[in-house]
């Protein structure tokens, strides 16, 4: 499949290692944060949201951790497996649910 | 629930021409974005309808342009191709107002587009 950027930050972690992806944002006044996995030849998948009201969230295998004082999220994935490798984007929503702003992306390799 | 389509998945065209992408939300889902991606360029914005109207704007020329459809299906053309059009075509649905509802948008799969 194609890659969906060549120049994008790279996390490289062992198979069975946690992974740590970082994003910082921009708007103070955002109000819903959400992550989103992007495999090669697929559009992005939500992996998992929280609200600025929240400063941690568990799904699983997953967890987002929001800090509002220095608007930095993170995305902790436990064990990480083959599967996981992809880009990881995250998204800043304001609290109408109409302006999205999308980071950068990070790209995750999983190595066996 | 079926998850957002997009039609075509792949489209080989030349400078010049137009060319008309669709995508079909989330059943219930009444604001449909697009963006445009490319290596290096990430996710970039290029609008967003709500209920038929275009509410949002990113910052690309006047030869793209969308419209949405009472059913909430939405098209973006693209006119006068150019190179730099080429791109993988994301078109995302959500609910799109200030509910309770999460405001969480689900990508389709992408139009893979070529311009020649």
């Known amino acids: 499949g194609e890659s969906v950027g060549l120049h994008l930050p790279t996390l490289s972690v062992q198979e069975g290692d946690n992974s740590i992806i970082n994003c910082a944002y921009s708007n103070s006044a955002s109000d819903y944060f959400i992550w989103y996995k992007q495999e090669s030849g697929k559009g992005p998948q939500f992996i998992i949201d929280?609200?600025?009201?929240?400063d941690k969230r568990q799904g699983q295998r997953v967890t987002v951790l929001l800090n509002k004082t220095v608007k930095h999220l993170s995305l902790q994935i436990a064990a990480t497996q083959p599967g996981d490798s992809a880009v990881y984007f995250c998204a800043e929503i304001d609290n109408y649910g109409q302006n999205f702003v999308f980071g950068p992306g990070t790209r995750l390799s999983v190595l066996p | 629930k079926a998850g957002v389509t997009q039609t075509p998945r792949y489209l080989i065209k030349t400078r010049g021409q137009q060319v008309t992408l669709s995508c079909s939300p989330i059943s219930g889902h009444r604001s449909v974005s697009w963006y445009q991606q490319t290596p290096g360029q990430g996710l970039q914005f290029l609008f967003e309808y709500f209920s038929e109207t275009q509410r949002n704007k990113g910052n690309f020329p006047g030869r793209f342009s969308g419209r949405q459809f009472s059913n909430s299906r939405s098209e973006m053309n693209v006119s006068t191709l150019e190179l730099g059009d080429s791109a993988l075509y994301l078109c995302?649905?959500?609910?799109?107002?200030?509910?309770?509802?999460?405001?969480?948008?689900?990508f389709g799969p992408g139009t893979r587009l070529l311009v020649l």
């Open positions: 995302a649905s959500s609910f799109g107002t200030s509910s309770s509802a999460a405001p969480t948008q689900y």
């Open positions: 929280i609200r600025s009201n929240m």
